[in-house]
Structures are given as C-alpha cells and as structure tokens.
C-alpha cells in the first residue's frame, strides 16, 4: 500500500535533546525500552502530536495518539488521517485503534503499520456512547470472543507491540478484567493498560489500585495501571500498591506537563507560562491554520486551574480573536508577573 507519512511540515525540527533523565525505574514493553513507567494516556481532542512532543519534553517515557477510528483510516478521511502526525522526535509514540470489526481492525493495522511509529493500542475501555453504540471500545469487554478475534487479527497485521486498554469490567456484577486480560495475553497481546473502573462507573470515584492489582496477577505480561494519577507521587503509589509496571496519566496532563517529572507542578505562574508558550509554539507549528485557535484555547485555559485569576485568564483566553492575540496575552502575562498575580 503506497502511503503518505504525515511528517511533519518540517521533520528537522528540534529541541528535544533537553528530555529529561527520570528516577523511576525503566520499563519494557515487548522490543520497546522505555526511559520510564510513566505515560501519557489517549484523550480524544488533547493527545495530538504538540501536546505528545511537551509531554515527551517533560519526560513522558511514551504518549498514545487519541483514539483513531479503523473505517476512518480505510476512508481515508481528512480528519482521521490528521491524527497520524508525527516526527521522528517524539518517538517512541502509540497510536491507538477503536473498532469492533476484526477484518477492519486488521487492514487499519496494516496501513497504521506503515508509518514511523512504535506501538498499536487498541480501544477497549471506552464508554463513548458514540463508540459503545458500535460495538466498540467498553462494549468489546462483554463480547470476549469477538475481542480476541479483534486482537488475533490486529497481532497478525504487525510486528509492532500490541497494548489493549480494559476498564474493570463493564459493571460491578460483570469484574473480568482480570480473565479478559488473560485472554489478551493469549492471542498476542504484549501489554495490558488497565483503567480501574468499570463501564458503569463513567468517572465517578476512584479508581480501584485492587483492581488494577487483580488483572497484574492474571497475566505475565506488563500491566500499566491507569485512573486519577495527579502526580507523579500518585503514580509511583498506584505501582507500588497495584504492583504494576508503569503508569497511564490521562486528566492528570492536561496543563500540566510537568506530572511527568518527580518535582510537579512548579507553585508559581512565572514557572509555568514557559511550559505553556512552548505548547503554544508547537501548535502553531504543527496544527493545521484553521484550527490552531480552538486547539491553543481548549489547551491553554488548562494551566491555569486552581491558580488565583483564573477565571478572568480563561475569559481573556477564549475572547482572543486570533492565535497571535492569543499568545501576547500570555506573553504579557509572562512579562508582567509577578505583578498581574
Ligand atoms: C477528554 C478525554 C478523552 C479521552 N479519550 C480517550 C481515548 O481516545 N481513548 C481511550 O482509550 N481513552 C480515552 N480517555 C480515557 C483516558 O485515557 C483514561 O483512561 C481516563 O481518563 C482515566 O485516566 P485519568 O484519571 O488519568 O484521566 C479519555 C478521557 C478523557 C477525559
């Protein structure tokens, strides 16, 4: 299949030699080294390739694509392909599947083959109902069989790792993470990444460390756990108790890059707006023109949570009538600090 990589507009692009040395331990997935156990999560609409390259930056030992849809990829269309972007910077880097068709699962497999990536995911933790509706995503946790053939047919496609993403079960009467990801292991999967909760669960709670613990007993392949890690403390606590061998940091990320390092979240804004104006430099770099605005506002009202100002930042944030105004407000803000806050 004659494929056309989506590189970047310019793959000389740098500055990536500063990606940090980590103090928690490494971790392998099947051929793939990792630098560390701690990585970010697929989220629909946040996980692109500038917020990939920050979190790489920030020591992010691998980042998984946001889900992709496997008749998206066979239709070619626009808005999936853009979701294949990449550089030869932030590898390693995972793009992850959803779909309930083996035979399709299989062709997107081929064709996601083929670019300069490092690992397959496929989706089956999602409670989308768009994706549920499907069949796909969480639903695949209450059809084993069709799961299995799912992944069989995405292992026959590549010679890429395969990770599978499970939630607990589909609801607190039906817990089989741990016989699902058994099942896993046996058709070829070369990792787990498990979201301690069930389908039923949505978000509410918190996620159950025993139950990410109880799918690591069933399986010898590495199991990352997944599900409220704010920190990078949380982390290193969520392996400790779940013994698992790596972590998946999702909500955790979103404006705050700096979870991936053992020091977190600088306390105070002039720390912070550097991190941001970087992330705002790759968007403008990587997304395409017409939609780097929303991208930027969606990103970079993240960063301000729980800071004093706030609210009036995101206001100002999402009344920016261009990228450009956008980013000089944050550089004024950068330049007027502490002052303004
Ligand atoms: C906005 C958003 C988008 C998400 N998109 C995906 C996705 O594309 N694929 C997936 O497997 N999970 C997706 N998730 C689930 C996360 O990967 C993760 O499993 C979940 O948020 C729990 O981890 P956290 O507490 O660290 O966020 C998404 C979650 C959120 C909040």
Known sequence: MLLKFHLSRDSHYSRYSSLTTRSASAMRLGPLQLSSPFILAPLAGYTDLPFRLLCREHGAALCYSE???CHGLLYRQRNTLEMLDTVAEERPVAMQLFGAEPEIMGQATSYLSELPIDLIDINMGCPVRKVIKKGAGCALMRQPRLAEA???QVRAHTNLPVTVKIRLGWNHQEINGPEFAKMAEDAGATAIIVHGRTWSDGFGGIADRAGIARVKAAVNIP???????????????????????GVMIGRGALGNPFVFRPEGRPVNLAAILPSLLRHLELINHFCQPEKVLARAQNQAGRYFKGLPGSSDIRKKIYEAASFADLRLEIQRLAETFPQKL
């Open 223 to 245: 199991v990352i756990g997944n599900g409220d890690i704010h920190t990078y403390q949380d982390g290193l606590a969520m392996m400790a108790e779940s013994g698992c061998d």
């Open 67 to 69: 889900m992709i849809s």
């Open 150 to 152: 799912v992944i069989r």
